[in-house]
């Protein structure tokens, strides 16, 4: 006879397994059903998009000013030091021979002083610290000896400062490193977006720019009122004549420029020496906090961070070196959150 076996039922771990599949299969078949295409971003978007990506790089960039600024600033401090301490080093050794040719003056004679002796092999500082000691010394011998003990005070300060100095300075080093990659990044990052968008869409958003910016100088030039100082007025004409010149991160004329850098160069045309970020522009003159109250030739100062500086144009324009991709012109007061002025 046929045995009848009974089929044999599945493990109820199967079963959930399979019910889980099921389920998820369903889910994933509705979302596909009800998910739209992904669409291209628009123009206005990726513009918005880069924008914000550009300043990004910008604040990075003045902090790679920043930095710069500071290395430089520390290597000459570092070349001053070691040229004192070479030359301190020089004095210290001719003050030795000095007290040297004096004792061989005394042997000579037969009148070495002892104490001559007891300096030429132990530390000058402990010598003098013995008062019988100081009496066997002439005049002469004595006001060597303290300068001797001074020049070797100062050369160990002066080393110690170099020392520290040059451990600031890698310190520097590695965050201007750090600036540079992060500048890169985001300008990477803008150009990816740029590339997404076509040959007429990429010509259409430059001539909106272009058209705004002529805009924007048509209404700075229909304005009146004098600059804020003959040194200012100065500066803003030095700003205006390099109007087309490209926005170059870290570049300060007289060819490129970037924000704060427009600001310095056209200030020093001027004969005027300010700080080189736009963070210590801020603070380089005399603060005006009513837009009512600027005047031409001001500084005016963007953002929270005070990361984006240009000169006020008059008529509630600005003219300063935007950002990548773009050249020194005018634009509206309105188009980034103003801060303040600074009064030159």
Known sequence: MASHRRPKQPSRARVTVLTTAAAAAVVLSANAANAAPSEKP???????????LQDEAEQASEKLNGATEKQDKLQKEIDT????VARGQQELNDLRDGLGSMATAQYRTGAIDPSVQLF????????????????????????????????????????????????????????????????????AEANTLLNTLTAAEQAAL????????????????????????GRAGSAYAAAQSVIG????????????????????WAFAQAGVSIPRTSQEQANAGTRIYSQSDLQVGDLVIFYDDLHHVGFYAGNGQVLHAPRSGTVVRYESINNMPFQFGVRI
Request: glycine share 4%; net charge negative.
């Open 42 to 52: 628009s123009v206005d978007e990726v513009k918005s998009q880069v924008d914000k």
């Open 81 to 84: 030091l070691q040229d004192n």
């Open 120 to 187: 030429l092999s132990a530390d000058p500082d402990d010598y003098l610290d013995k008062a019988s000691t100081m009496d066997q010394l002439s005049n002469q011998q004595v006001e060597t000896l303290k300068e001797v003990q001074e020049k070797q005070r100062a050369l160990a300060q002066q080393r110690s400062e170099a020392s520290e100095k040059l451990k600031d300075l890698a310190a520097t080093r590695t965050e201007l490193a750090k600036n540079k990659k992060e500048v890169q990044a985001k300008l």
């Open 206 to 229: 430059d001539a909106k720019e272009a058209q705004a910016s002529t805009a924007a100088q048509n209404a700075a030039l229909s304005g009146s009122g004098a600059p804020a100082s």
């Open 245 to 264: 010149s490209p926005y170059v991160y870290g570049a300060s004329g007289p060819s490129s420029f970037d924000c704060s850098g427009l600001t310095s």
